[in-house]
């Protein structure tokens, strides 16, 4: 008969006790199931670490947000403030008789036939301490 062109590989492995190949049965399976709940739970693990960051990096973003909007609307407020005041200002500016008023009052300028006095201001020390 003809030789077979079919040789082993591994001659001296084919002679040995098949003891080293990997465990068949259950006991395969459990550890493949256990290495896989193990990557799946890393893997959860690592995605909710992640977005945990990310939710704290935006809350912080929306306190420090939430306290400019409120600086701001003090700002707002002032300025709203002072702008009311100013136009109460041009209205009584255009006024003629609150303008001679003002007028007389600053730079003690008197209508004719009038006498302006001079009087210290009841806030002021007149007396200076030696």
């Known amino acids: ?11 001296a492995s084919a ?8 465990p068949a049965g259950p ?6 199931h256990r290495r896989r709940l193990i990557v799946l739970g890393c893997a959860l693990l690592t995605i909710c670490g992640v977005g945990g960051v990310q939710l704290f990096s935006t ?3 929306i306190t420090t947000k939430t306290a400019a909007v409120q600086d701001a609307k003090q700002s707002l407020t002032k300025v709203q403030t002072q702008k009311h005041n100013l136009k109460v200002q ?3 500016l255009k006024n003629e008789e609150y303008l001679a008023k ?3 009052q600053r730079y003690m300028m008197s209508k004719p ?4 006095f001079s009087l210290p201001d009841p806030g002021a020390d007149t007396q200076t301490t030696r």
Do not use: F, Y
């Open 27 to 32: 006991a395969r399976h459990t550890k493949v």
């Open 1 to 11: 008969m003809a030789q077979s062109k079919i040789q082993l590989l591994h001659p």
């Open 102 to 104: 003002l007028v007389r």
């Open 90 to 92: 041009i209205d009584q």
């Open 59 to 61: 809350q912080q973003a």
């Open 113 to 116: 036939g009038e006498t302006v």
């Open 15 to 22: 002679a040995a006790p098949k003891s080293a190949a990997p």
